[in-house]
């Protein structure tokens, strides 16, 4: 059946001109995504080459000369050993700080647009029909759409590693405490006891910065960073000029939509903690966070959360808010109550038998596995007596 959809293939400088047209699909998205988004490509190609950015847009005809975009899919083309030296099409671009592999596809057309979407990579000679996606959520409406056609074309799907990510999603009416005693437990009662014995020993402040002013605190953020282990091991931000000048982008280009937040805490006016989130069409996506390691004491990456969580439940919360844990974080130390399940997925399009993406991605995941394996056994180890 033709659906009256069309994808065309951008590359990340034609695609930076959709601005007004991803802001509109994003607000009758099925589920949106601030990493398909022109600023996010536009950032990446920071740290990924021009060339190796493929941006598929599905649009769909509605009358004469008149298109809709109703489906966006951005992608890095790589090989190498994390590929098994086969080629592949990675979303989302900068998996590092990305924390979302999911197209932005409309509401009404969901099917149709991943339909299109998968059916052009199938066509397409020079693009390969491998998808690595490591940061796909693994339940929801992106999901369904997307393994519906996925099985449609003949496709297939393979789960390498899975964890629960936490995430909000409010109920109407949810105040602050509530949602918190909820969320917490019987953790509540302890957290709360921190946030109180912080409060005794000076003012705490709760500071949001967006637009222009985000920009400003993004420096804030990367000093912050940069003066803790981060800083030490080089693996800090600022530490490395190519990774600093992508996030400067990033906020920047997200700072012109009003689509970044960076959120801090402050004791007696010092900061305590930081975090850095992207927003698109009423979703949140907390993509990085940085703490004073002198107040180690005060766990202050934990009362920011709680800090953030009352802002956003005591004003106009997001209709979801993705905390961006990977699978090796204990979701347990997050305040956000609900759960998602996340995966690192690899698709094959249309083609079935030997591929070196799935060879090479099962290897990894057995690789983690062994790794913890002998990493708990000297843990039990060093703990015997007179080991």
Known sequence: MNSGIVVRRLDAAAYAGLGEAFAELAGHALEPNPHMAPAAVGAATKLVPPEEIVVLCAWLSEALDFERLVGVWAFRRMSGPRSGFAPVLVSPLVPLYEVSSLPVVDRDRAADACRALMRH???????????????????????????????????????????SRPVMIPRPGDEPESYLRRSLGSRYKKRMQQVRAVGRSGALTFRRSRGAAASEALEAFLVLEAAGWKGKSGTAIACDPDHARYIRRLVQLFAEADGVLVDALLLDGKTLAMGLLLESAGRRHFLKIAYDEAEARHSPGRL????????????????????????????????????????????????????????????????????????????????????
């Not at 449609?152 to 789960?159: E, F």
């Open 121 to 163: 990579v199938l066509a397409s000679g020079d693009l390969p029909h491998s998808l690595s996606l490591p940061l796909l959520p693994l339940e929801g409406p992106g999901f369904d759409a997307l393994s519906e056609a996925c099985a449609d074309i003949g496709g297939s799907m393979a789960v390498y590693e899975s964890w």
């Open 304 to 387: 920011l959360t709680v800090a953030m969580l009352r802002a956003d439940l005591g004003g106009a919360p997001p209709a979801f808010f993705d905390s961006g844990a990977g699978e090796e974080v204990d979701a347990g130390t997050y305040v956000w109550g609900e759960r998602r399940r996340m995966g690192n997925v690899v698709m094959q399009i249309g083609k079935k038998g030997f591929d070196p993406v799935r060879i090479a991605a099962a290897a990894r995941y057995w690789m983690r596995r062994l790794r913890a394996v002998l990493h708990r056994h000297r843990q039990k180890g060093a703990a015997k007596p007179g080991a």
